[in-house]
């Protein structure tokens, strides 16, 4: 009898090129591949992902602070007021559609509270370096690739790795390696990384399965 396919929720923020890697490798897999993405949740209801998410036939869940709190408490909550309410959001989608396996890909929002609790070790996050090095907060986007340039590092990559209290602070499960180039821009060596990315968020997940 074949392993049940472990239930997924994808986070994202922006244009979801991690996220279409993980729904190509699902609909090219079949029945081997071992997740099925049951949701995709966004922190922005602009988020191009969501519309891949769609098109799929995915369905999505907007947790932006304005969705969930409402415009005129969002407006007047500090950073962290708004984050703890993005991911309470989050585990209530999650325990909802009964997820079992959580992947940040390309996701803005630093989780904290319950969630991190409940779902321990069940939660990956992709950050567009090699972690230790080039984390926290800040770190996303062009603003690592940009760091890493001006430390003249000699390479970069990504990380899988588990999502903990710390930002960009849990266990390393996942590095991806690529050199960094004389004339070097932060969208050159992005678009280098980019296609590791997409390998190495399918090979996360697959990862967590097997310990779910």
Not at 56 to 67: E, H, L
């Amino acid at each position: 009898m074949s392993k049940q396919k472990i239930k997924a929720a994808v986070l994202v923020s922006g244009g979801g090129t991690n996220l279409q890697a993980l729904i190509d490798y699902q609909v090219e897999k079949k029945a081997e591949c071992p997740y099925e993405i049951v949701i995709v949740i966004s922190d922005t209801k602009k988020a191009y992902a969501l519309e891949r998410a769609a098109k799929a036939g995915i369905q999505t869940a907007v947790c932006s602070p304005f969705a969930v709190m409402g415009a005129d408490k969002a407006k007047a909550a500090d950073r962290d007021t708004k984050r703890l309410a993005v991911s309470n959001a989050v585990l209530d989608v999650c325990r909802l559609n009964k997820v079992e396996a959580i992947v940040q890909a390309g996701w803005l929002t630093v989780l904290s509270g319950v969630i991190l609790s409940e779902y321990k070790d069940k939660i990956i996050n992709l950050h567009p370096a090699l972690l230790p090095k080039f984390g926290g907060v800040g770190m996303w986007g062009h603003h690592v690739h940009e760091a890493v340039l001006a430390a003249g590092e000699k390479e970069s990559g990504c990380t899988i790795h588990l999502v903990s209290e710390e930002c960009d602070g849990g266990k390393i499960l996942i590095q991806k390696r690529v050199p960094v180039v004389p004339g070097d821009t932060p969208d050159s060596l992005y678009e280098r990384i980019a296609p590791q990315e997409h390998i190495a968020i399918v090979e996360g997940l697959c990862m967590l399965c097997e310990e779910c």
